[in-house]
């Protein structure tokens, strides 16, 4: 089933499967330029074993792409700074507002014949910051999911405060590289060539290193959100977000259990990162890295990934 809902005045595309009496909750988060489609291989598997939610991320899919505001800038009307809170915020409030997950209720309030249900957050690349961000809010109101889980999760190698790995000429090129991105006059013709068949096909080949499941059907659920009006908004949203949440700050802060699934040859989260992060960081129960495939282990190998995440939904707390 899909649906829309209204949040803060703004329509969230998203969709449901699964028996909405399981006791178990997913929901799921995509990547960068993805939407809820990028689950096609995989919600109706999850859902075999729970009740399954996809968003679409605000600016991204079916969902509302609302004017972007820069930090320093006032906007227009119904703008929006985009980032990881935001879009944090909208998972929450989607929970919330479908009676899906909320803080404990008091003895009065709650039934105490029904068993709490286990709310499993997972993310793709932007969207496992996304889930990491939701659970540590939730886990401050007092209702920490049952588990997060981090598919290929974005590492975000040029935010401010990585600025000093990279090398002496980018670090020297930046200011002028995020004076430029705030421009839309210079982006929109960027955006335009990004957005063109050939431009996605090239990247696939990248982000899906087996070729598998690059087909039609991936290719517009990709191109088709880029024709929305406001498509170029929230790009340019998204490539100003030089300061914002990285996924170790956001685990380090987090007592649920978190597990983690990477493709060996993802082109731009290096997997030595997650070992990194496992080796590390107390939150981290397993990590599976899958030899040959890429950022999107999800979609290019379903059959490979699905065993692993039913295994993970079923896994004690």
């Known amino acids: 089933m899909q649906a829309d809902w209204t949040w803060q005045g703004q329509r969230i595309h998203f969709c449901q499967g699964g028996d ?9 988060l995509h ?38 505001r820069l930090i ?3 906007g227009p009307p119904g703008s929006v700074r985009y980032g990881f809170d935001l879009w944090a915020e909208q998972v929450v409030a989607f929970l919330a507002d479908r009676g899906l ?16 249900r286990r709310l499993h957050l997972i993310g793709n690349s932007i969207g496992a910051v996304v889930a990491l961000n939701a659970a540590q809010m939730l ?4 209702a920490p999911p049952s588990q997060v889980v981090l598919i290929d999760c974005a590492q975000r190698t040029l935010d401010d405060k990585r600025a000093m790995a990279l090398p002496a000429w980018e670090r020297a090129s930046r200011p002028l590289l995020k004076q430029a991105v705030r421009q839309r006059w210079l982006l929109a013709p960027l955006f335009r060539l990004l957005a063109r068949p050939g431009a996605v096909r090239a990247v696939l080949r990248q982000a899906y290193p087996s070729g598998a499941n690059v087909d039609d059907a991936l290719l ?14 929230s790009f340019r949203g998204f490539v100003n977000l030089f300061n914002d949440h990285l996924a170790p700050d956001l685990l380090a802060g987090l007592t649920v259990p978190v597990r983690m699934v990477w493709g060996s040859r993802d082109p731009w989260e290096d997997p030595a990162e997650a070992r990194r ?41």
């Open 31 to 68: 990547g960068f330029g993805a939407s809820i489609g990028h689950w096609r291989h995989n919600l109706p598997v999850l859902a075999q074993q729970a009740e399954v939610y996809a968003l679409d991320l605000l600016g991204f899919g079916a969902s509302a792409k609302p004017p972007s």
């Open 72 to 74: 320093g800038e006032t």
């Open 139 to 142: 886990q401050a109101r007092g």
């Open 101 to 116: 997950w909320c803080p404990q209720a008091s003895p009065s309030q709650s039934d105490p014949d029904r068993p709490r």
């Open 277 to 317: 992060w496992a080796a590390s960081l107390t939150c981290i129960r397993e990590l599976e890295v899958l030899e040959g495939l890429g950022h999107c282990p999800h979609d290019e190998a379903p059959e490979r990934v699905n065993p692993i995440l039913l295994r993970w939904l079923a896994a004690p707390a």
């Open 20 to 28: 909405p009496a399981s006791e178990a909750v997913v929901v799921l």
């Open 220 to 233: 517009e659920i990709l191109l088709s959100p880029t024709r929305d009006p406001g498509a170029l908004e």
